[in-house]
């Protein structure tokens, strides 16, 4: 059973998470609403920067633009893991506990199974809300140059992705944002900082992975309803990954693993 480490074997107390923010409920609120400005600044910066260098400002259109702020993710997400760190430590914080940077005790199985578990859970969620709502997933799906379907967008990310897969020298450029950018900053952000506070405030567990879950999915209002539903189910997942494990590195490989296959799958199944 040391395969699957001792965290993974506690099955009478599931509960390993351990929720510590002396900035109170208040204070964090405005401190997660000050790191997601503060990495929209940074990205917006790394983008311009990023669009002058690779692309050519003169031609430069929407997509191009976007193109360079998605891998202008990736620097900006440094950034904001570094202000993050420093946030915590306010009214005597210690970060490490404050953002659930415990790294937990999961054998190379008990890893497998966690994350193996989360893919399925989270395809078995999409497979329910698409048979429910009888969802056309073509009405989702993004042209080979990254064109929206004919039903309207299928979202200004996975189009940009699409587009991208197409030159292979920029799509690796925006695979580390995708894969390790996003994952590190959001979660440090939404189920570190901001969960601990909802943790000890009355909303509880079940409150803090309702409110970190919706104001998670509210972040990316630019994209279709049902890309904004599955974020929000993930949101749900990853919350409760938390609480059982009392881990953020555990949200954070479930996370980085999942934008990463599912940019691997884009670019595989496109012709180069």
């Known amino acids: 059973m ?82 993050a760190w420093q946030v915590a430590k306010i009214r005597g914080g210690r970060p490490a506990e404050v953002l659930a940077l415990r790294w937990p005790d999961l054998g190379w199985l008990g890893w497998a199974t966690v994350i193996g578990g989360f893919m399925i859970a989270m395809y078995a969620a999409i497979f329910v809300l698409v048979a429910v ?22 979202g200004l990310v996975k189009e940009a992705m699409f587009d991208l897969a197409n030159e292979p020298r920029l ?13 590190l900053a959001e979660e440090l952000v939404f189920r570190g900082q901001l969960f601990a506070a909802l943790a000890r405030s009355r ?11 919706a104001l998670w999915s509210l972040l990316h209002i630019t994209e279709p309803w049902l890309a904004v539903g599955i974020i929000f189910m993930m ?16 949200t954070i490989a479930c996370h980085a693993i999942w934008n990463g296959l599912y940019s691997l799958v884009i670019f595989e199944t496109l012709p180069q």
């Open 171 to 183: 799509f690796w450029l925006a695979f580390p944002a995708v894969a390790i950018g996003a994952p």
């Open 203 to 213: 909303a509880g567990y079940s409150g803090a992975v309702l409110i970190t879950s």
């Open 133 to 154: 709502f009888q969802i056309d997933l073509a009405d989702y799906t993004p042209g080979p140059d990254g064109q929206s379907p004919t039903s309207g967008s299928a």
């Open 235 to 250: 949101g749900l997942v990853l919350g409760a990954l938390l609480i059982r494990f009392g881990s953020l590195w555990v």
């Open 2 to 83: 040391e395969k699957f480490g001792t965290d993974f074997q506690k099955y009478t107390s599931p509960l390993l998470y351990a929720p510590s923010n002396p900035a109170g409920l208040w204070l964090a609120l405005a401190l997660a609403l000050l790191l997601v400005v503060a990495n929209g600044v940074f990205q917006a910066a790394a983008g311009t920067t990023i669009l002058s260098v690779f692309f050519d400002p003169a031609l430069a259109d929407q997509k191009s633009m976007i193109k360079a702020y998605i891998i202008g993710i990736f620097p900006a997400s440094l950034l904001t893991v570094v202000l």
